[in-house]
């Protein structure tokens, strides 16, 4: 695999609402509450701190480009995003991809061309069953 490249396993939640409209996350928690509207998988096997300093240092660089596959249940959603200099990248449980540019210690990509409630009702039935193993694809091109 590419120092450019980071899969991340995680899974659904019955709680999984995706109807957050600037925003979607993924999480090492196992739990989700109903209030959690941007999250879209929980139980994640890694969180900005998990992932490869070679990874991290091409997504911080100012052109770089963030392309997030999402696959679960053989349906498959796919996220464009950016980088940028001023990511943190320090949160040990949460990856938050944002419409917006802005960054906090959550953030792994800015200017999405999605958030959680722009993805398909149908893959969101999916996300939304404990036992599906969701597969998270980060792949940069800068």
Known sequence: MSSN?????ARGHK????SHRSTLEITKDFDLSAAGDCIIAVGADKGLTDLGVKFKESLCQPNSKLNICIEAGGMTEVVNARGCEKL???HPKEMVIRKSDFVSDRTLG???DKAA???S????EILKRPAKT???TLQIAS
Do not use: Q, S
């Open 110 to 112: 800015v200017r999405a």
């Open 88 to 90: 943190l990248l320090l």
């Open 117 to 119: 409630c722009n993805l």
């Open 134 to 136: 969701v597969k998270i």
């Open 121 to 124: 009702r149908e893959f969101v």
């Open 5 to 9: 490249t980071e899969i991340i396993l």
């Open 15 to 18: 709680n999984i609402k995706a």
